[in-house]
């Protein structure tokens, strides 16, 4: 998978070197290209934002930069999807993952201030597939932490990227559910015991045990995942 990210902090960035994401990097399972997009400004002081029309608070992202930015990153690309990372888009959940780890090239474009023009959007519609995606009902002060999640969620579905696949079937949400509680050795630590059943060697006594630690966990914590 390809992936291009377009912000003025391309230093966030520098953590994906670090652990599977780097390694998938190394090996190139992934192909990531991160851009300054005050690079794609042309006055002395790299301007990317500027006041909002009609008034308001805060700041805008000027459309000039980011129309240049998206010309250079989708020229000649095949089929990509451009992601603005906002929290006016559809709510990110492990299906957005999953499905974005399908794609052949992801483009990430990060807003900061405001937001960014509205006609960038509406610009970037006409040649590609667009997707504005929030990570949740809060507010981040910008797109790129955003972004890290949602590279990480969906890179580590790319096959090859996680060395045992089978450890991505039991997590939380891969079946609807929280995940069931883990232990490992000691069986006794500071007088807590291991439940007993996982000591039994009993594997249908096992995983009608973690089933139930699912079931219970996602009532309490997660009623809204029953619902559906
Ligand atoms: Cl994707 N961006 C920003 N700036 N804030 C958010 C968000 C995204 N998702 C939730 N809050």
Redesign the pocket.
Known sequence: MRIDIVTIFPTFFDALDISLLGKAKTSGLLELAVHDLRDFTHDRHRTVDDTPYGGGAGMVMKPEPWGEALDEVLDGAEDPLVIF???A?EVFTQATARALATEQHLVFGC?RYEGIDQRVFDEASEHARVRL???????????EV?VMAMIEAIGRLIPGVVGNPESLVEESHENGLLEYPSYTKPAVWRGREVPPVLLSGNHGAIAEWRREQQLERTRRVRPDLLAD
């Open positions: 990372p906002s929290p888009g807003g995606v929030s990570m949740g009902d809060y507010v981040l002060n910008g797109g955003a």
